[in-house]
């Protein structure tokens, strides 16, 4: 009996003090758990699509409900092929441009829009003007922060501060329709233009289109247009979106009207700083 007790003793006390490690004995005050890297690896968990991911709620503007003790949580994407880390507001994938807690990161929504109308007689002619301004206020549960101080409060556009390799990422939804006699092809681009320290005008940086097929009504369909681009930039440039529409249908008398979407999934401004000069 006191033999049996020596050992529960010894187990109690292995169990309070020693670490665990798989694959290995070489222990190490330095962590809990030690997995010994080699020829076996450690499968996580994973998902074929972000809508079974813990916490989802298409109800919700980012889709994720907020919990702080799945904060660091990692989840294998089949679908996109990449990992998910949980921040206590939303998963977000490794690839993406920038997080919430990305120093070198901001992600702008759209704080005032532009519409853009359209008439068609033959061949479509919109008057595409202006661009929309990015003073969206900070918004974790958005993915809305500007970690890089991009905002101008007095302009639509926002102003570089550290000279620098970025990657610069942009999403425009467009709202609104057509109606009449029409059928064909609407084009939605924009267009990242940049205006360099000490420059006068404006030089394009990046275009990137969408299409939308018009059969009388144009109502439905994926209006949102996005790129990713890295470029290197001098402190001072400023940057702005341009939202252009075409209408390549053919008509016989049509009216249409566009408006820039507000919701921060569709339309956004996002830069991250890859490397300072």
Not at 68 to 81: A, E, F, Q
Not at 181 to 194: R, S
Not at 197 to 209: D, R
Request: charged share 15%; glycine share 10%; proline share 4%.
């Amino acid at each position: 009996m006191k033999n049996i007790l020596i050992i529960v003793v010894l187990l109690f006390q292995y169990d309070l003090h020693a670490q665990m490690f798989i694959g290995d004995n070489m222990v190490s005050n330095k962590n809990v758990l030690k997995i010994k890297d080699g020829v076996q690896g450690v499968i996580l968990p994973y998902s074929n699509a972000y809508t079974t991911f813990p916490k989802y709620n298409a109800n919700v503007t980012d889709v994720f409900d907020d919990h702080p003790n799945l904060v660091g949580g990692l989840i294998y994407n089949k679908s996109d092929d990449q990992y998910y880390k949980y921040d206590g507001f939303a998963w977000n994938p490794a690839r993406q441009i920038q997080g919430i807690f990305q120093p070198k990161g901001s992600r702008l929504g759209i704080s005032q829009g532009i519409t853009i109308p359209c008439i068609s007689f033959g061949i479509g002619l919109c008057l595409s003007t202006g661009s929309a301004a990015y003073l969206a206020p900070d918004n974790k549960s958005e993915v809305l922060v500007d970690n890089l101080g991009l905002k101008n409060t007095s302009t639509s556009t926002v102003t570089i501060k550290q000279a620098g390799i970025y990657d610069i990422g942009a999403g425009l939804g467009f709202t609104g329709g057509s109606f009449g006699a029409q059928v064909g092809i609407t084009e939605f681009k924009i267009t990242l233009q940049a205006k360099y320290p000490s420059a006068a005008n404006w030089e394009t940086v990046v275009t990137k289109s969408n299409y939308s097929v018009v059969f009388i009504v144009d109502t439905q369909g994926n209006k949102t247009c996005s790129f990713a681009h890295t470029v290197s930039l001098p402190a001072g440039t400023e940057l702005r979106i341009i939202p252009t529409i075409k209408s390549n249908a053919f008509s016989g008398g049509a009216l249409s009207n566009y408006d820039t979407d507000p919701n921060s999934v569709n339309s956004f401004i996002a830069a991250r700083l890859i490397k300072a000069y």
